[in-house]
């Protein structure tokens, strides 16, 4: 894997060297259609659709031992499937609505246990919610100008305009995810069409609001100026942790979360994104190191966190995420996450800390520009209490091996995506996972996945 990320790098420097050379002329080419039906940029309406559908296997690994959380050390499969139909309409040019409804199901290996950074972003983590489909956002969109003057900008499901005034802000209200607004980056944000993995996918030590599928309710508000942005949003946390209600009360359970975006120009004519995150949510968690307390004590046959919930526990966090274009169709990124780790795990996965670094590559070197292709790695771990927690037996809501000898859990992940014909794309993708679980006595681990992905 680290052989495939070295050759990505220099994949980069090679794009960087044709950048500084006189280019040859080429012949042109008509652009390829990336969706089965075209999409107006002028109507009022907006209906699309994807499906994504994912494979992945591995083979036997040595373990030490194993546990009810653990990654399944014997040959196992497994195949996901998201469907969601996008739609939206423009009342004026400054007001929308969307209302988006999905369904996903089949399954993850190992019922999505077992790794902090699984590897399969589009698993659901509750096999006890079925698969009828569901509404995911239902939001209302409302632009303030601050300016007269406009940018292009490119028309998508989740955003109808396709000129925007330079400085303005942008309030949404409803039903959301907030990995949609926060944390993007341009090499590692969407599993449909680039990595799978969720801590490379999104930043794992951020904790992000939300329910068992991802999503939550609240309300965001992005000022945008023409080289930063600075954006806020208030959403509901879920009852109990990976859970499927979420809590009302926001008096007793909620979520801040407010992210600084920087464009400074630090190379000529390429792009650089700085981003700030910090997050504080308020739920009912338990404490790690209470928990453990209360086991050496023998309050508790075994260490149990759901036990030391208390209404109103606080747990906040960091994270940076940098993008920087190399050469037109080449960019490297990176995410840090830091997060305190004396309470429980709650809403995304069990990571208190985590960096990873990638780079980025679009087909357009090889006359295949909606093609992509990348490579990654990164190392994620968790705090003293959360490591005593899960040696001690505890378990949390996916790692739990009955034991641990705490190592970092390093990924490495490497993809290439392939367009076929209009909305259709597929794809290969190989993880290479270390201490799976943060359990040095366990793996490693290598996941090769198939991915189809359609655009309608």
Same mark, same amino acid.
């Given at each position: ?5 070295i050759?990505f ?8 060297a044709?950048d500084t ?40 690994f040595?373990?030490?031992?194993s546990g ?11 195949t ?15 007001t929308?609505?969307?209302l ?5 199901g ?7 246990l ?7 972003l ?5 096999p006890?919610?079925?698969?009828a489909?569901?509404? %995911?956002?239902?939001m209302?969109?409302?632009?303030i ?6 940018m ?5 499901p989740?955003?109808?305009a ?7 802000l ?32 999104n930043?794992?030590?951020?904790d992000y ?11 965001i ?7 930063w942005?600075l954006?806020f ?8 942790a990976?859970g499927?209600?979420l ?7 909620r979520?801040?979360?407010i ?7 630090l190379?000529k ?7 700030l ?15 453990v307390?209360l086991?050496l004590n023998h309050?508790?046959?075994t260490p ?6 208390k209404q ?8 940076i995420n940098?993008?920087q ?11 840090w ?19 990873h ?9 090889w ?15 968790i ?12 378990l ?19 993809f ?10 597929? %794809?290969?993708d ?13 793996g ?5 996945g ?7």
């Amino acid at each position: 894997m680290l052989r495939l990320a070295i050759a990505f790098a220099l994949l980069a420097t090679a794009s960087v060297a044709q950048d500084t050379q006189s280019p040859e002329p080429q012949p042109p080419v008509p652009n390829p259609k990336a969706t089965f039906f075209d999409h107006s940029p002028t109507s009022k309406w907006w209906i699309s659709g994807q499906a994504n559908f994912v494979f992945q296997a591995h083979g036997d690994f040595y373990a030490q031992y194993s546990g009810p959380n653990s990654l399944k050390d014997y040959s196992e499969h497994a195949t996901s499937r998201v469907l969601t139909l996008f739609t939206g309409y423009e009342f004026t040019p400054n007001t929308m609505a969307y209302l988006d409804v999905e369904e996903s199901g089949w399954g993850g290996i190992s019922g999505a246990l077992g790794l902090a950074g699984f590897v399969n972003l589009d698993v659901v983590r509750n096999p006890t919610i079925g698969s009828a489909p569901y509404i %995911a956002r239902l939001m209302l969109q409302q632009i303030i100008p601050l300016s007269k003057e406009k940018m292009e900008v490119e028309r998508t499901p989740f955003s109808l305009a396709t000129q925007v005034p330079v400085r303005r802000l942008e309030m949404r209200f409803g039903k959301f995810s907030l990995a949609d607004f926060f944390d993007l980056n341009v090499g590692g944000s969407d599993s449909h069409y680039q990595f799978l993995n969720w801590v490379i996918a999104n930043n794992g030590a951020w904790d992000y609001a939300a329910d068992t599928r991802g999503y939550t309710m609240g309300a965001i508000f992005d000022y945008e100026d023409r080289n930063w942005g600075l954006r806020f949003a208030e959403a509901l946390m879920p009852k109990v942790a990976n859970g499927q209600n979420l809590d009302a009360d926001v008096a007793r359970a909620r979520a801040e979360n407010i992210e600084l975006e920087l464009r400074p120009k630090l190379f000529k004519n390429k792009d650089t994104t700085i981003r700030l995150l910090n997050y504080i949510n308020h739920a009912n968690m338990g404490d790690y190191e209470e928990a453990v307390r209360l086991y050496l004590n023998h309050v508790t046959p075994t260490p149990d966190v759901t036990a030391t919930r208390k209404q109103g526990t606080i747990k906040y966090g960091f994270g940076i995420n940098f993008e920087q274009e190399v050469s037109a169709d080449v960019w490297a990124f990176g995410r840090w996450g830091w997060n305190e780790g004396q309470h429980e795990s709650f809403a995304y996965t069990e990571d208190n800390e985590g960096a990873h670094v990638g780079v980025y590559v679009k087909g357009t070197r090889w006359r295949r520009s909606l093609d992509r292709a990348g490579a990654a790695i990164v190392s994620s771990g968790i705090s003293k209490a959360h490591q005593a927690y899960l040696a001690n037996g505890g378990l949390g809501f996916i790692l739990g091996d009955g034991g641990l000898t705490y190592g970092p859990e390093t990924i490495e992940e490497a993809f290439y995506t392939a367009h076929i014909w209009r909305g259709a794309f597929f %794809a290969f993708d190989l993880q290479h996972v270390n201490n799976p679980g943060y359990n040095q006595v366990r793996g490693p681990v290598t996941v090769p996945g198939l991915r189809l992905h359609l655009e309608f």
